[in-house]
């Protein structure tokens, strides 16, 4: 069995189907991958989480990054994961904290976790 590398640059994000075939003068081989091609992330931040009055709805925690594409995002607030958490490829985002999201007065600490397939979980803490 022979090896080699093939070294390509892609040009924008997205998932790519990739064919190699190779040959010599008495036959050829080919097959085929799928690759997923991202942006690592970085510079991931929550910025200042303003008081939430108790009682309202949909307060937001706003999330931004310097680069990256294809995030997910989990955000813990107390013991509860958010259901609403994103970042969008424009690399702004939220977290919503809704009523049902906390269950009296008091510090709530906030931990957010944002990954994609190339990039390790970078998680922040916070409290509000």
Partial sequence: MLTGY?????????????MLTASN??????DWTVTNVQV???NFTIHNIPPIPYGQDNSEIPLTVGAGSNMNV???F????????YVNDEREGLAIVRVSDYFGYGYYPVEVNIS???TPAQSYYSGV
């Fill in 116 to 118: 994609n397939l190339v």
């Fill in 6 to 18: 093939l070294l390509h640059t892609y040009n924008q994000t997205g998932v790519f189907n990739v």
């Fill in 40 to 42: 690592i992330i970085a």
């Fill in 25 to 30: 003068l008495v036959s050829n081989q080919s």
């Fill in 74 to 76: 989990t955000v813990l």
């Fill in 78 to 85: 107390g013991n509860m994961t958010l259901d609403t958490a």
